[in-house]
Structures are given as C-alpha cells and as structure tokens.
C-alpha cells in the first residue's frame, strides 16, 4: 500500500504539471515555471474553455478603475475589501436566522454583544486578508530566490526541468483576473449545490457540498487567471465557473470513494484529488493483486500519456488561445496608433 500509494502520488505530481504546460507557458509568457497543485484539472479546463468563447474578448488587466478607485488596482486591497464585505454579509444573515447562542458560536463571541459578533467577522475578513499578503509575498521570494536556486540544482541533475510551484504564483500575472476567478467559481459552486440540492440529491442521494471560501479563492482565482491568459474576461468568467461546478460535484461523487473505506462524511475539495482519487480508489476495491496491478497499469499509462503529451505537444512550443493573443496584439496596435494620432493632432493643432 505504502509503496503503490508512492508511486500514485508521485506520478500525479508530475504528469499533471506536464499537462497544463502549454497553459501555464501562456499565463507566464514564458516556459520557466510550472504549475503544482491539486486542481490542475480545473486550470486546465479554464484555460480550453477560454480559448473557445474568449477569443475577441479584452484581458482583466486592461479594466479601467475611475481614478478615484484607483487604489482597487491592488489585489490586495480589493481581495480584502471584498471579504469584509462578504463576511459582514453572512454574518448579519446568520444574526437574523439564527439563534442568538448559536450565531455567536460562529466567532466565540460574547451572547449578550452584538458589537463584538459584528467586530469578530469584520476581523476575520482582514486575517483574511493579511494571509493572503502573506502569500503573495512569499510568492515574490521564490521567484526571487528558490527558482534559480533549484535551476542550479536541476540543470546538473535533471537538466530542462522547471519547478512546479503552488497556485498563488500565478496571482501577480493577473490581479484582476484572480478576483474575478473567485467569484465566479463561488456562483459555480452556489448554482451546483442548488443542482445536488433540487435534482442529485433527492433522485441520486448525492451529498451536499458547501462552497468552502479557501478553495473557491484559491482555485478559482487561478481559473480565472488562466481562462484570462487564454480568453479574457470572458473566459476568466466562464472558466472560473466551471471550476466552481467541478470543485462541487468531482468532492461529492469523491465521498462515494470515502465512504468505503471507512472514512464517511469525508472529501477533498480539489479537482486532481477528486477525480485521482476515485478512480484510483475504485481500483483498489479490486483486491490485494488485481487492485495493485491495475494501480500500477493507470499510473504507467498516466505517465506515457505525459510523455507523449510533453514530445508532441509541450515541445513543439504550442500554446492555447492563439487568437485571443493576436486580437489582444491587434488592438494594443490600434490603441498605440490612436494615441500616436491624437499626439500628432494635438501638436498641428498647437503649432496652427
């Protein structure tokens, strides 16, 4: 067991970067980094489904903020100001249909104040906040500092491999995008669990999946960044939705896995894990011998699948959302040749 499961993890670690590749080489615009994290599947999706319905579609990075929102331009800033808001939300919704006990649970907060409930959540939103700054400077130090640190390394060992880093990379290739990524794999999420609610639950006996806010941050907002880089903001939109349906119900057919092997009411929340983990978990139900060889025929063709992925595709320097390159190359020219025509005008009009 302890032996397959290595091998299991350590094949997915690695094909799973290879594949989302050519999409990581467009967020970055180079092919120096790679992306490790468990929801490959959804950055992978996001970045196809952008390059099919955002190809005339402007990036998030080129929306204007008025100059007196200027300051929103700040990931963090406007990651922080839309959890207080999201928090203080919940948490008047929670003061209404709750219990008064029950609601200040929520926080630990004192029965008979509701200053501090109010004050706790609003705290927590800038914890939340602050975690991410955190992140986001980390992210800085190891591409200042680890990258080439490892490129040493790899080029004497492994020469040409890159470091498959956590999603929070790809965050400062597209501030706005990553936002926008988190609220629409959160609407995802809400519109899957009103689906399992209505429909999957009751006829199938699907288990209910609650949109949890670090997943559909994280995730989403890496969607978004990379269904941005392949279709702008409208396949940041799309993409990061359908990342919010994909992060609901792959965890809910994953707690059918779970369950039998004795860990019931258990489940993760992202893509790889999911869909890795029940597949891989339906063939263990095979047996001690033929569980074990089929885990290591899915691992071996997984792998040869990546290689071939890697020769044919990676290799050859494809990239997706092609055209969504050209019309973001075409209109930066037309907007170059505007701004070069408004100088010459201004400067006959002056000399006139």
Not at 112 to 136: K, T
Not at 179 to 190: A, D, H, P, Y
Request: proline share 5%; net charge positive.
């Amino acid at each position: 067991i302890v032996i397959i499961g290595a091998i299991l993890m350590g094949v997915i670690m690695v094909v799973m970067p290879a594949f989302a590749q050519p999409f990581m080489n467009r967020v970055t615009g180079s092919d120096k980094l790679s992306i490790g994290h468990f929801n490959t599947l959804g950055y992978i999706v996001s970045g196809a489904v952008g390059a099919g319905v955002g190809k005339k579609s402007k990036s998030t990075e080129d929306i204007n903020f008025p100059k007196g929102l200027s300051f929103l331009r700040d990931s963090m800033v406007s990651t922080t100001l839309l959890m207080v808001v999201l928090y203080l939300v919940f948490s008047v919704w929670a003061a209404i249909v709750l219990p008064a006990k029950e609601a200040f649970k929520i926080f630990s907060t004192n029965p008979d104040n509701y200053g501090s409930f109010f004050m706790a959540a609003f705290a927590q939103s800038l914890q939340f906040g602050i975690g991410v700054s955190i992140i986001l400077y980390g992210v800085r130090i190891i591409l200042g500092e680890l990258v080439p640190a490892f490129q040493g390394i790899a080029n004497k060992v492994v020469p040409g491999a890159r470091p498959a880093l956590d999603i929070p990379i790809v965050f400062p290739y597209g501030a706005n995008a990553s936002l926008i990524g988190f609220l629409g794999s959160f609407v995802g999420g809400l519109v899957a669990l009103a689906i399992i609610a209505v429909w999957l639950g009751p006829v199938w006996g699907v288990a209910l999946i609650l949109p949890g806010m670090v997943p559909h941050f994280f995730d989403g907002g890496g969607a978004g960044v990379f269904g941005n880089a392949t279709g702008g903001r409208i396949g940041a939109i799309v993409g990061s939705f359908i990342n919010g349906l994909l992060i609901t119900f792959l965890p809910a057919v994953l707690m059918t896995v779970m369950g039998s092997f004795g860990l019931a009411n258990s489940t993760f929340g992202d893509a790889d894990f999911c869909w890795f983990g029940t597949i891989t978990g339906n063939m263990a139900h095979l047996g001690p011998v033929g569980g074990a060889i089929c885990l290591l025929i899915f691992a071996a063709v997984l792998f040869a699948a990546a290689w071939i992925w890697q020769v044919k595709v990676v290799n050859t320097g494809w990239t997706p959302g092609a055209k969504h390159a050209e019309y973001i190359e075409q209109v930066k020219a037309e907007e170059k040749a505007a701004k070069a025509a408004a100088r010459a005008a201004k400067k006959a009009a002056a000399e006139a």
